[in-house]
C-alpha cells in the first residue's frame, strides 16, 4: 500500500515528466533553481492550492534536464493517508527499497506530519540526501518550526498565486516587450480588470464566473477546515466569521478589539483567531512605518487578503470597490518582490497607501488611485504624498492609476503617475 502510495507520486519513475505536471513556468522557479549550488534546504511556502507542488515539479523536471537520473528524485506528498499515516522510518525504509541510490527529496505539505522538523534536521544533517526540498502551507514554517530546529539550514521562497505576469502567460498572453504591451494595451487593460476579479489560484484560471466561484469556496473551506480548524482544534464557525470580517475589508485598519467587536467574540478570542488566520497564508498584515519602533508595534496594521479572487467569492459585495482590488493586488506584487513595505500616515491625517523601505533608506512612496480623472483626486492623492515626501525627505512618489500617465515636477519633488499595468510588466 505504502509502495503503491509513493509510486503514484513519482510518474517520472516509468515515463517522462507528464506536461500536466509542471504548468506554466513559475517566477520563482527560478529564483530556486539559482540556489540548487547550495546544500541547504530549500523550503517553499505559500496559502493551499497556490501552485506549490507544480513549483516542486518544475524544480524535479529541472534537475532531470541537467541530467539527473529520474529515478534518483522522490516526491512524497503529506496530504496522501498512506504517506502521512508511515512512520518516518517506514518512509525511509521504502524509499529506500525502491531504489537505494535516490539523491533528492522532495517532501510536499510537510506540516501535515507530526515531528517533520527534527526528521528533516536528520536527514539533512546525516546527509542522507545531496538536495532536501519541502513545501507547506503555514506560516509557521518561516518562523517557530524552522527557525528553531532547522537554523542555518534552510533558505526560504514565498510561494503566491499567480502574479498578473503568470496570469497573462497562463492566459497564452503573447510577448512582454515594452513595445509589444504597449500596442496591446487594450487587451491588457480588459485582462488586468479580470484579473482583479478573478485573482490568481491557477486551478481557477479560464473556468466561467459559476465555475471559478464554487472552486475558490472549496479551497476557502478547506484552508479553514484543514489548516485552522484541525490544525488548532478551533471553532469553524468562529473561524469563518472573523475570516469573512477580515477579507471583506482589504486596506481597513484593524485590531483586536475592533473586529472582536464587529463579530461579537472576546477580544482573546479574535485575537486568537486572527492569528490562525496569518498562519493560514489566507490574510496578511501591513503595519505602520515610524521611525520609532514602538510606535510601529503599538498603532493599528492593516490586512489584506492572499487573493482578490478568493475574496470576491466568499465575501459579500455592494460595489464593484476596484479600487482596494487595485490596492491589494499592488501589496501582493510588493510582497511577491520580496519588498519590506509599510503604509504611511500623518498626524493630520493624510496617508501614502505603500512605504517600501530597503536597508535604511525609503525606497518608494506608491498610491493607488484607480480612477484620477477628477481633478480632485488627483489633489487629494498628490497632497498626501507631499505630506510624506516633505515629512520622510523622499524626493519622488509614484501614484498607480488605471490608464493614466504623468510626471508632475515641483519644488525639486517628482510625482509620476503610472498605469498599473505597466508598473506590474515593465
Request: hydrophobic residues 35%; glycine residues 6%; aromatic residues 12%.
Amino acid at each position: 500500500m505504502l509502495e503503491q502510495s509513493i509510486r503514484s507520486w513519482n510518474p517520472w519513475w516509468a515515463q517522462k515528466m507528464p506536461p500536466s505536471l509542471t504548468g506554466i513556468r513559475r517566477d520563482i522557479t527560478q529564483d530556486i533553481i539559482k540556489s540548487l549550488n547550495t546544500p541547504h534546504i530549500k523550503d517553499i511556502i505559500g496559502v493551499r492550492r497556490c501552485g506549490k507542488t507544480t513549483i516542486l515539479y518544475q524544480v524535479a523536471d529541472h534537475l532531470v534536464s541537467q541530467g539527473l537520473q529520474s529515478k534518483d528524485i522522490v516526491f512524497l506528498n503529506f496530504d496522501d493517508p498512506s504517506i502521512n499515516a508511515a512512520s518516518f522510518e517506514e518512509l525511509q525504509k521504502e524509499i529506500f527499497k525502491i531504489n537505494p541510490e535516490i539523491s533528492h527529496i522532495f517532501l510536499d505539505e510537510i506540516q501535515q506530519k507530526t515531528g517533520w522538523e527534527r526528521w528533516v534536521r536528520t536527514l539533512y544533517d546525516t546527509k542522507k540526501f545531496e538536495r532536501i526540498f519541502i513545501s507547506g502551507s503555514s506560516a509557521s514554517l518561516l518562523s517557530q518550526d524552522m527557525g528553531r530546529v532547522l537554523t542555518g539550514r534552510h533558505i526560504t521562497f514565498n510561494a503566491t498565486p499567480f502574479s498578473f505576469r503568470e496570469y497573462l502567460k497562463k492566459r497564452e498572453w503573447g510577448g512582454f516587450s515594452p513595445e509589444s504591451l504597449s500596442y496591446n494595451k487594450d487587451k491588457l487593460l480588459h485582462y488586468l480588470s479580470a484579473y482583479l476579479e478573478t485573482g490568481g489560484f491557477p486551478e481557477t484560471i479560464g473556468l466561467d464566473e459559476f465555475g471559478r466561484k464554487q472552486v475558490l469556496i472549496s479551497l476557502y473551506n478547506d484552508i479553514l477546515a484543514r489548516d485552522i480548524s484541525s490544525r488548532f482544534d478551533a471553532s469553524f464557525e468562529i473561524t469563518d466569521r472573523i475570516c469573512r470580517f477580515m477579507l471583506t475589508n482589504p486596506g481597513a485598519t484593524y485590531s483586536s478589539n475592533s473586529v472582536a467587536r464587529a463579530t461579537g467574540t472576546a477580544v482573546e478570542t479574535a485575537e486568537k483567531y486572527i492569528n490562525y488566520l496569518k498562519e493560514s497564508l489566507l490574510v496578511h498584515d501591513l503595519p505602520i512605518f515610524s521611525f520609532k519602533l514602538k510606535t510601529q508595534f503599538k498603532q493599528n496594521k492593516k490586512t489584506y487578503p492572499v487573493d482578490t479572487g478568493i475574496r470576491n467569492a466568499v465575501c459579500l459585495r455592494f460595489s464593484q470597490d476596484t479600487g482596494k482590488l487595485a490596492e491589494t493586488v499592488v501589496f501582493l506584487e510588493l510582497k511577491r518582490r520580496n519588498a519590506e513595505v509599510y503604509y504611511w500616515k500623518s498626524q493630520d491625517g493624510y496617508e501614502v497607501d505603500f512605504l517600501v523601505k530597503k536597508g535604511q533608506k525609503i525606497a518608494g512612496l506608491i498610491q493607488v488611485a484607480w480612477d484620477v480623472r477628477n481633478e480632485d483626486t488627483q489633489k487629494r492623492e498628490e497632497r498626501a504624498l507631499d505630506y510624506a515626501m516633505e515629512e520622510l525627505d523622499v524626493n519622488t512618489g509614484i501614484i498607480l492609476t488605471e490608464d493614466y500617465e504623468k510626471t508632475r515636477e515641483e519644488n525639486g519633488k517628482t510625482i509620476k503617475y503610472m498605469p498599473m499595468w505597466k508598473w506590474l510588466l515593465v
